[in-house]
């Protein structure tokens, strides 16, 4: 599995929000940020969920009627042998398949003993013009 498949692979799961698959996608410590200043880092896989709030419980908050996330753009900006970091363009789809305005995301991927898992992600919210 390469970086990119790695983020596909964590959006699936909290698109899905199934804990393992989400747990399994991380890398530890794992760090979120939002663009209103939530942030957190969870330190292990056993933590997650506990310490912290799940992403979907955090997307409900703020959109209730949020049924899943579609990426618009996955563009690389940088690598090096264990790291790449991701530019996400994505859109939150309702239950009624309307989707939200443009968000922008920094996602960071790791790779550790030959498997990527992202470590990192930075929510910088609503696309601007």
Not at 1 to 25: G, P
Not at 39 to 50: H, K, L
Not at 92 to 99: E, F, S, T, V
Request: contains cysteine; hydrophobic residues 40%; glycine residues 4%.
């Amino acid at each position: 599995m390469d970086a990119k498949a790695a983020v596909e692979r964590h959006a699936t799961a909290i698109n899905h929000r199934d804990l393992d698959a989400y747990r399994d996608s991380m890398a530890f410590p794992f760090t979120y940020q939002n663009y209103n200043g939530v942030a957190f880092t969870v330190e292990d896989a056993a933590s997650c969920g506990v310490d912290s709030p799940l992403p979907w419980e955090v997307i409900v908050r703020s959109d209730p009627d949020w049924s899943h996330t579609e990426f618009d753009s996955i563009e690389e900006v940088a690598r090096s042998e264990s790291s790449v970091v991701f530019k996400i363009g994505f859109r939150r789809i309702d239950h009624a398949g309307k989707a939200s305005p443009a968000f922008d995301a920094i996602w960071i991927a790791i790779r550790r003993a030959q498997n990527w898992r992202v470590q990192f992600r930075h929510n910088l919210g609503m696309r601007q013009s």
